[in-house]
C-alpha cells in the first residue's frame, strides 16, 4: 500500500499499509516507543483503503481490511482514520491469534502477579487499569494492556498487550490531568464510541511487555451505584470469561483447560464503585487480601 508501518505488541508483530498518510502518521506517533524490528515476519496484517479510487479525496472513507474481515462493517471518515487502525489490529487479534487464550480484559501486574478485570464496554476497567499503571492507587503497578489479556494455555500465566489505552468520553480528562500531554494522542470526537483519546503506556511497561505475571485476582468491574464487593464463584467466573475469550471455542480442549485453571487458582469478584477514586480504593483493598 502507499503508507506503511509496523509495530509489535507483546508478542503480536503487526504489519498496517493505508491509502492515506495520516493514520500511519498518528500510528507511528503513539508508538514510537515501541521496539521495532523490520526484518520480523509480521503476525497480522491490517489495511486501511478506498473502496472506490476517488475516496481517497473525495469525502475520504477508511474501509478496514486484512487478514481477517468484517464484511458488513462500515467504513469510519478519514478524521477517524487512527481510530479504524486500532479497530484493526484488535480484529486482527481477536479472530486470528491462537497462540494464547485470548479474553477481552484490561490488566496489571505488580511483583509478578496480574490483576484482570473484565467487564462490558462502560465498566470502568480500561480507566482503572490506565489510573493504576499511573501509579494512582500509590502501588507499583506495571499497565499490561486495556484490550485484551492473554493467558498461555500451557503455564497458565499472563502475558501483556500494552497496545495505546483507548480512552472513552469523562475517562479524558481524568486520565489527561495526571499524565504529560505529550503521552496523549489526538482527541477523537464523536466516533460511534463517543469521545476517544489514546493514551501511550508508561515506557517502564512497555520495556516490560515481554514479562509474563501470575494471575492472582480476576475482577468484575461495573461502574455507577454505591461501592460495593460480592465474591464471585468459579462456575460463574468460568462463564464470564468464556462470554470474554474470542477464542475459546477455536482452542478447543487447551482453551477449557486453561480457562478452568484459571478460575480455579484465581479469587474472583464482582465490584460496584461510583468513582475512580472508589474504585482504586476497592482493588487496593481486594489486592492487599489476596497477598495475604
Not at 473502496?51 to 471518515?77: E, K, N, Q, T, Y
Not at 499503571?133 to 494455555?153: A, N, V
Not at 494522542?185 to 476517544?196: E, H, R, S, V, Y
Amino acid at each position: 500500500m502507499r503508507h506503511s508501518t509496523r509495530i509489535a505488541v507483546g508478542p503480536v508483530q503487526f504489519r498496517i499499509g493505508s491509502d492515506w498518510a495520516e493514520p500511519i502518521a498518528a500510528l507511528e506517533h503513539l508508538y514510537a516507543g515501541y521496539p521495532q524490528d523490520d526484518t520480523r515476519p509480521s503476525d497480522a496484517t491490517v489495511r486501511l483503503f478506498a473502496a472506490r479510487p476517488w475516496r481517497r479525496w473525495l469525502r475520504p472513507s477508511v474501509h478496514i481490511g486484512g487478514d481477517f474481515v468484517v464484511p458488513d462493517a462500515l467504513p469510519l471518515p478519514l478524521s477517524m482514520g487512527l481510530l479504524a487502525a486500532e479497530m484493526g489490529m484488535n480484529l486482527q487479534v481477536a479472530l486470528g491469534w491462537r497462540r494464547h487464550m485470548l479474553l477481552h480484559a484490561s490488566a496489571v501486574a505488580k511483583d509478578g502477579r496480574a490483576l484482570i478485570m473484565s467487564g462490558e464496554s462502560g465498566s470502568g476497567k480500561s480507566t482503572l487499569a490506565a489510573l493504576l499503571g499511573e501509579k494512582e492507587g500509590g502501588g507499583d503497578w506495571r499497565l499490561m494492556g486495556d484490550e485484551f489479556t492473554l493467558i498461555d494455555p500451557a503455564g497458565g500465566n499472563a502475558f501483556a498487550f500494552p497496545r495505546a489505552v483507548s480512552l472513552k468520553n469523562e475517562a479524558i480528562a481524568e486520565v489527561a490531568a495526571r499524565v504529560d500531554p505529550s503521552r496523549l494522542g489526538p482527541l477523537l470526537a464523536a466516533t460511534p464510541k463517543g469521545d476517544i483519546r489514546h493514551l501511550i503506556p508508561r515506557a517502564d511497561a512497555i520495556a516490560a511487555m515481554h514479562e509474563p505475571a501470575r494471575p492472582a485476582l480476576l475482577l468484575f468491574p461495573r461502574f455507577g451505584g454505591e461501592a460495593s464487593v460480592e465474591p464471585m464463584g468459579e462456575g460463574e467466573a468460568f462463564v464470564r470469561l468464556t462470554e470474554a475469550s474470542t477464542n475459546y471455542v477455536a482452542l478447543g480442549e487447551a482453551g477449557f483447560a486453561a480457562l478452568t485453571r484459571l478460575v480455579r487458582e484465581t479469587p474472583a469478584f464482582a465490584i460496584s464503585y461510583p468513582d475512580s477514586a472508589a474504585g482504586i480504593a476497592l482493588v487496593e483493598q481486594l489486592w492487599a487480601e489476596a497477598a495475604k
